[in-house]
């Protein structure tokens, strides 16, 4: 029997992967490790416990193995409530009691091939089981249902017949040919996970996670990476050797990546996005033959065309770029009091090639990150907006010679180490109860209001450090304060690590967007904007809040980042739900019909707004023909 | 003071009873007998009521039951043209408020804030008098501002002013009330009254406030820094302290803490107490003669020094200095100096005003009944921040 109390935690599983990769270095789930299969991972444990409390998972053979291989190591404990504070320990234990109860009870167990709507062994199982081994491919429910939905409002659930994870090529070859024989269709997942929706199927459910090969070549700065290492994982690899890549988010997968949408970080202002990203790729055709980018006779994947495509092939590896650190980088905000004044300025950075990083952040996602809970989070987004007066802030990753650059055009910086203080002194700053003495908050409020310049800028003068040091007294035992009592050990441990608080670390690993879900499950719309029209992109996110608020759908500014010498830019702004509130989903359904029609308006009478959803299957398009197309 | 008069009841309206000086008004006109209907907002971020804002507030003013049973609570609002009144209490409100005290303002300073200051001042005023267009009230009382755009090189008597000289939107805004009001009242035959204070503190006899803006924040920031940087200085061995310049006297245990203050010019901030602006209004609402304009201010300003020199006393801080400087020198400044510049600086032109208040009206009728405003001197500020600290700056008091 599962518990109301774990059951609604379960329910809570936003399919953010984020336990399927060791982000804080922390360890990783090991029978997911082992197993492969999203099942038996946390988030796929997650799935099962919310099934079985719905009384739609019966106990087969691959959910005691499930059960059984959870080691209750707590691994994923740190893990989920980094990015979502939810505690999912007690959903873990319980999915063990609900197995080890029915075994005691000696009731039956399901054995994994017993399909009773075909009488025997489903024949596409046998046959695929041929060609990966018999491991890794399964139509057992306990396997299946970690792939059968998503938090997406738009998701129509579907249940694999199903999932197989193929460890190369060859076998994705064999895999499409026997989809091809059958009539069966197929959809491939990166890392088993699906946030948007797009990758269900009643068919064959690739699961790319075991292709983990990376190949460095350091002669041409290039590293060739198989379907299921993530950007993540590829970052690590390459920060060992002293370069960077430009990569997603930390549990997205590289390849599906550059199909699904091309690569979009704050780096895309200096590494491009698209094509620019990397020097080949190779595929399986849906025929399920081989061909590789750069074929004369294959499909030309650098077209793009302004329509929804379908899938030329399935993503087997990629040759990216690498490239080179320099020792002196070093992360640091600009605080700014409107979108306006954020998007000349970033335009102008871009422009002059200023900084290998760059975007415009809302208060909301820099308050979100910086607090390890969601209730800080908020009085930090209020107090930024209203007492710095610094509702967006300007992100730059930059060497020495651009921070120099950046405070010669006279602005307001953040360094990064006033941003460790604030962080690691966070809960001194911003008490979530009423506290019983003074805080700097308190002293500085009236402040805010005052005429002048913001309080940021008196924030960022460095002979006011001391005086913040002394009021926030930063440290991890500081910062982890603000988690619960059981937890503190660890993230005291964890905030040791100076990379935790390092500007460039966070966004080149891409944790410092992790939290952003944290509330709700996050619906981001993403679309490329001409930046040199700033006054179009105040119109799309104020006409996206607007619709969003007419529907009473929590919505924020994500984020702004120049392409192209700031000709262009991403834009991402959000929407978020509650993935268990039929009503939330409903209305968010209302909302992203409406964006989709002020998007596609937009697109169609102004220049350089393009819509990502059109980069699905094109994502290795040429970056020119996309951003420039009409 | 208790005032006890032999005036017949009469029926009042106030607004901005949460505020400072309203809510003041509103507790020493039902202790002198008068029924008192008070118009409250209902805060939409709390849940507190309108009864329970102005409950706690009766409480922390010590009112007697006899008094608290002559005032009624209205939930309403000025920002709405109706006042956001149900159709029964609008009814009454209309047939049954002889006098109006209007105390509702916004009181910040900030250009920034201009809408917002306006919306109340001016429009939400606007909502009131067309509220009571028709209604049975002979009286309003308003609560101006002796800043209201006054001459900074000859005296600002007790007269309309020229519309000239405001120096942030909250003195402009004041100046259009007045002319607005003295609109309404001539076109409807009512008694205007308008009481201009200056600054008001807290009780000087009693230390006693709930608001702790204005004079009260520099010496809370001062405080709080104190307090910091001694506990750095005991428990850290004052690593961040000495980077700031801050050390303690062994001897005597005193924190020397480099502040400078600057001003320009001007004789000081000019300061009344809470009880001399409420007897003053209360005793000046039967004034007779047909000129209504009275200035509350306090015949000597306090000069920027003396109350630099206050704080360190009661702190007992060294090392800040209250410093005149030329219009032309911009010194490089500390970032204490520079944090405290940006407290001072909203209050910068009170601070170096160089405006004379005539309070010769007021005076008539002041004087003789034996109202003086007290000269703000340590023991009044020693009383004032004492009674700020022990509430710890309002958290005590339960409002």
Partial sequence: MISREAARTAGQCRHYSMCKIDYLGTGLCPAGAENHFVSYYPQGRMDLVKAIAAGKLPVTQRLVDIANTCTLCGACELQCHFISELRLMSVMKELKEHVNEHLAAGNPVLPEFDDKSLRRNDPLLVELREITGPRWASNDPAITTAYFSDPSPVTIPKLPRAVVLPKSVEEVEGIVRVAKKHGVPFMVRGNGSSVMGFVMTDGILVDTQRMKTMDFDADNWCVTVGAGVSAFDLQKEAFARRYRVNVAEPAAMVCANLMCSGIMSLFSTTYGTLDDGYVDAEFVSPEGNRFRLKDNRQPDLYRFAREDHPLAGICTSVQMKLYPMTADEEGFLVPVESLQEALVFVRELSIRRIGFGLGVLGADYISAFMSPASALARAVKESTESTLRAPFMVMVLGDAKDRAAVESMNRTILSNDLFRTLMLGLPNLSPVSGESHDTLTDILQPLGDADGQPLSHLLGRSDLQPLIEAALKPSPETHASAVPEDLRAAYTRLYARPEMTDLVWLNMFRILSSRMGREKHLLPLIMYVPLDKPEVIDALVSGLKRIADSLNVKNDFGFVSPLDLGKRAFLEYDFYLDQNDPDEIRRSRMALGAAAELIERASASVNGVQWIRYTLNQGCCRKEYLLYSP | ?399
């Fill in chain 2, 1 to 399: 003071m208790m005032r006890v008069r032999s005036k017949p009841e009469k029926r009042f309206l106030v607004t901005g009873a949460t505020g400072f000086i309203g809510s003041h008004l509103a507790g020493a006109l039902s202790e002198e007998g008068h029924s008192v209907c008070l118009l409250i907002r209902t805060l939409p971020t709390q849940s507190t009521t309108s009864d329970d804002r102005w409950n706690r507030i009766a409480d922390w003013l010590r009112l007697s039951p006899a008094a608290r049973a002559r005032i009624t609570v209205f939930a309403g609002d000025l920002d709405a043209p109706d006042l956001n009144l149900s159709a029964d209490d609008a009814r009454f409100l209309k047939a049954n408020t002889e006098e109006i005290v209007h105390a509702a303002a916004s009181t910040s300073f900030s250009e920034r804030k201009r809408t917002e200051i306006f919306q109340t001042n001016i429009i939400g005023l606007g909502n009131l008098l067309s509220f009571m267009d028709g209604a049975s009230c002979s009286r309003i009382h308003a609560i101006s501002t002796a800043y209201v755009g006054g001459n900074p090189v000859a005296p600002c008597m007790e007269v309309f002013s020229p519309p000239h000289g405001c120096l942030n939107p909250y003195e402009e805004s004041k100046h259009q009330a007045e002319i607005l009001l003295r609109e309404f009242c001539s076109r409807k035959g009512v008694r205007l009254f308008i009481y201009r204070p200056s600054i008001v503190y807290g009780n000087s006899r009693t230390g006693k406030t709930f608001r702790f803006n204005a004079l009260y924040h520099p010496v809370r920031s001062i405080a709080y820094l104190r307090d910091l940087f001694m506990k750095d200085l005991l428990e850290n061995s004052g690593n961040q302290a000495r980077k700031m310049g801050i050390s303690l006297d062994p001897t005597d245990h005193t924190l020397h803490m480099p502040i400078h203050f600057r001003k320009r010019q001007g004789t000081g901030v000019n300061l009344v107490p809470i009880e001399y602006c409420t007897d003053s209004i209360l005793e000046l609402m039967n004034a007779p003669g047909t000129d209504r304009i009275f200035h509350i201010t306090n015949t000597k300003s306090t000069p920027l020094t003396d109350l630099v020199s206050f704080t360190g006393r009661l702190l007992k801080i060294s090392g800040m200095v209250a410093e005149g400087v030329s219009a032309q020198q911009n010194p490089t400044s500390s970032a204490l100096d520079h944090l405290f510049q940006r407290y001072m600086e909203p209050y910068q032109p009170y601070i170096e005003d160089t405006r004379v208040f005539d309070d010769s009206r007021a005076a008539q009728t002041l004087l003789p009944a034996g109202i003086h405003c007290p000269g703000f001197s340590y023991s009044i500020f020693e009383q004032c921040m004492t009674y700020a600290m022990k509430s710890n700056w309002g958290r005590t008091l339960g409002l």
